[in-house]
């Protein structure tokens, strides 16, 4: 019965911010990892960032200095905060968790869409 669900979406011009949310039904993100991935149309799914149940960090390079990835554990909710937004960050993007950050994700949220404009 657990399930992830995505927010925050939408459209935005280059340049700007958006901040996406992922709410868990029950407490997992206090003690396993999170992750955010995405997909553009005809591209394979990449990993974007993930989040340790010890506060590290990881980034692709290509988001690196730009996304910041976090959490608010009484809440229950992993965030995605993207600044300098560029129209190659087109994508839906997934929530995750994972027994740890290096592993496979185990759960997937249904993906929230992201419009980068020109």
């Known amino acids: 019965q657990v399930q992830l669900v995505e927010s925050g979406g939408g459209l935005v011009q280059a340049g700007g911010s958006l901040r996406l949310s992922c709410a868990a039904s029950?407490?997992?993100?206090?003690?396993?990892?999170v992750g955010w991935y995405r997909q553009a149309p005809g591209k394979q799914r990449e990993k974007v960032a993930t989040?340790?149940?010890?506060?590290?960090?990881d980034y692709a390079d290509s988001v690196k200095g730009r996304f910041t990835i976090s959490r608010d554990n009484a809440k229950d909710t992993v965030y995605l905060q993207m600044n300098s937004l560029k129209p190659e960050d087109t994508a839906v993007y997934y929530c995750?968790?994972?027994?740890?950050?290096?592993?496979?994700?185990?759960?997937w949220g249904q993906g929230t869409q992201v419009h980068v404009s020109s």
């Open positions: 989040l340790t149940r010890t506060d590290s960090t």
């Open positions: 995750a968790a994972l027994l740890w950050h290096g592993a496979d994700p185990y759960l």
């Open positions: 029950t407490s997992i993100f206090s003690m396993h990892a």
